[in-house]
């Protein structure tokens, strides 16, 4: 299984960055998948999640209604897009899945930095 993050990056507040997670090793569509941060000094906190069938979404309370996780079956890919961002979003973002009974799967991370 790997999972390769990509599309972090400095963004202002207010700011946009659309996330993307490939995914490989394991049948894709029939997995949850799901989006972690980490700031500095800050336990790891879950953002969002996306089901592996009707894409039912969950979201953390600080992310709810600002950013949108979806997913691309044909290209074995999960997106988080992240509108209206705030220096508090600044943090590494993670890509995560478990494949199986306790099998869990991390990406590297992508460094989502929010500030003027």
Not at 45 to 58: C, F, M, N, Q
Not at 72 to 101: F, H, I, W
Request: include cysteine; glycine fraction near 12%.
């Amino acid at each position: 299984v790997h999972l390769v993050e990509s599309g972090g990056g400095l963004v202002q507040p207010g700011g946009s960055l659309r996330l993307s997670c490939a995914a490989s090793g394991f049948t894709f569509s029939s997995y949850g998948m799901t989006w972690y941060r980490q700031a500095p000094g800050k336990e790891r906190e879950l953002v969002a999640t996306i089901s592996p069938i009707r894409d039912r979404t969950y979201y953390s309370d600080s992310v709810k209604g600002r950013f949108t996780i979806s997913r691309d079956n044909a290209k074995n890919t999960v997106y988080l897009q992240m509108n209206s961002l705030k220096p508090e979003d600044t943090a590494v973002y993670l890509c995560y899945a478990r494949v199986g009974v306790g099998n869990d799967y991390w990406g590297q991370g992508t460094q989502v930095t929010v500030s003027s």
